[in-house]
């Protein structure tokens, strides 16, 4: 991935800028339509701190992505212009049908793949259509971020939120950053608007005492730490630690020490690539005032994340435009969000011999036990925590209700370069079966009829041996 696919990015992103600055005359009555993660939030915060600014009237909607009907049902809506964010790649036919079609303006930011299609009242941008990796070189908010910056160079100071999308849809790996979240980060840290530094990345690590902050620890989920706040404890006095400190208080070299106490009790894990990763590496700090809420990045992406899950996007988009008021209540999803987790992964750890190996990958049938907004997320921090070996990709299944099964899939950074592209397999394994799925090539889901499962696991082995480890295969048109 070299500077001048970074180039044709910035380039589109101009291009972007360019047809949406005459729109923000005040008359233009905007529908931005978001997705309802921490990227998407960040994204439509992004744009909505520049609609605000320049008194542009515009509503925001957060949803899973749309599909065909629900563009429809959109196009009937009295809007001058519609804003696709973190989604709509896949449905630009229908968006010319229905919305184009009635002379309404469409921009579309989005790093999902797609098939693209030309119109004068369009302008979209997409790291696909420049050479890019839309699964880790750019997230719907870095894009965003892009055309913003070039509408007014005052909007430079989300860049902060531009990351946390990026670190929502876990676009930071071991390596840092690549393509344009690289050089995003690289510019912010240079403008003073980043600190990057080195530490243990615990979720709430500027915010709870540290005995919680261990507790409650899913990522990493520390085996005999968390959810057990006597080992917790007991380990924090060991080392002489204050109960009540905080852990971004306590200096380098003390949580250097905490660290090393955390491998000695993990046994093997202290040698996994992936829990390390997950427990110490660099950590991500807010320093402009320009931003409402915690200073960690991570911290902040999580925040975003147990708003989205738990039904709440509105309360996490608020703190992201600045709202302080809501800052409290979105700490406090988060909260409960984690307990929520920590159960999901107890249960997890429990059956980790109900895992299914097949040739070219994994999964786990979860039944009920697991809440369907909870899978995907539960399968990343099984990995991150190095519970889930990363030799294959892995899906969890669980019942959504009413005769659907939701699949959730996750590959990693590896299996993508060796070609192992989970959304493409899923996708075509649930079209196959009667169902619908769609993601990038680490991360997916689908959903299918509930009595199709054993079919499914046929479809994907077959996607996998058509595809999977061979980079130069051509992509099947079908
Ligand atoms: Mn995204």
């Not at 925001?60 to 749309?66: D, E, I, K, L, S």
């Not at 085996?223 to 208080?249: F, M």
């Not at 990763?277 to 991500?284: E, K, M, V």
Request: with cysteine; charged share 20%; hydrophobic share 40%.
């Amino acid at each position: 991935m070299g500077r001048a696919e970074i180039r044709r990015f910035q380039r589109a992103a101009e291009e972007v800028a360019a047809f949406l600055k005459p729109k923000l005359d005040g008359n233009t009555r905007i529908k931005i339509i978001s997705h309802m993660d921490a990227d998407g939030m960040a994204a439509a915060a992004i744009l909505a701190r520049c609609f605000y600014s320049y008194n542009v009237p515009f509503v925001v909607r957060f949803t899973p992505p749309v599909g065909p009907d629900e563009v429809a049902e959109l196009s009937k809506e009295d809007y001058d212009m519609f804003v696709f964010i973190d989604q709509g790649s896949g449905q630009m036919d229908v968006i010319h049908k229905f919305i184009l079609a009635k002379h309404a303006d469409v921009v579309l930011i989005d790093h999902h793949p797609g098939s693209f299609l030309e119109h004068p009242n369009l302008a979209y941008l997409n790291p696909h259509t420049c050479g890019l990796n839309g699964g880790r070189d750019v997230s719907a908010s870095g894009a965003v971020y892009s055309v913003i910056e070039q509408i007014d160079l005052r909007f430079r100071s989300l860049a902060g939120l531009a990351v946390v999308g990026a670190i929502g849809d876990r676009q930071e790996f071991s390596s840092g950053f690549t393509g344009v979240n690289e050089s995003l980060v690289k510019r912010a840290v240079e403008l003073g608007l980043l600190y990057q530094g080195e530490g243990l990345r615990l979720i709430g690590r500027t915010l709870n005492p540290v005995v919680e902050c261990l507790r409650l620890s899913t990522r990493p989920y520390i085996v005999g730490l968390s959810g057990n706040l006597g080992a917790c404890r007991s380990l924090i006095d060991t080392l002489g630690i204050s109960h009540s400190s905080v852990l971004c208080d306590l200096g380098l070299e003390v949580e250097r020490r905490l660290a090393d106490a955390i491998f000695a009790r993990v046994g093997p894990l202290a040698t996994n690539e992936e829990f390390c990763h997950t427990l110490w590496g660099r950590i991500y700090t807010a320093t402009t005032d320009d931003l409402v809420g915690p200073r960690d990045l991570r911290e902040y992406a999580t925040m975003l994340d147990a708003c989205g899950n738990l039904g709440r996007p509105e309360m996490g988009f608020a703190v992201a435009v600045g709202d302080g008021t809501t800052q409290a209540d979105a700490l406090a999803l988060m909260s409960s969000y984690h307990e929520q987790m920590l159960k999901v992964l107890d249960w997890l750890v429990k059956n980790l011999t109900s895992f299914r190996l097949e040739p070219n990958f994994r999964y786990i049938y979860c039944g009920d036990a697991v809440a369907p907004r909870m899978m995907g997320e539960a399968l990343s921090l099984g990995i991150e925590s190095g519970l889930i070996p990363t030799d294959r990709p892995v899906f969890g299944m669980v019942d959504e209700g009413n005769g659907i099964i939701k699949i959730s899939a996750r590959g990693t950074l590896g299996l993508a370069t060796q070609g192992i592209d989970v959304g493409r397999a899923l996708s075509k394994a649930a079209a196959k079966v009667g169902g619908r799925g769609s993601g990038h090539d680490v991360a997916a889901a689908a959903r299918i009829p509930q009595e199709r499962m054993n079919e499914l696991i046929d479809k994907l082995l077959q996607a996998f041996s058509e595809t999977g480890g061979n980079p130069d295969t051509p992509e099947e048109h079908s």
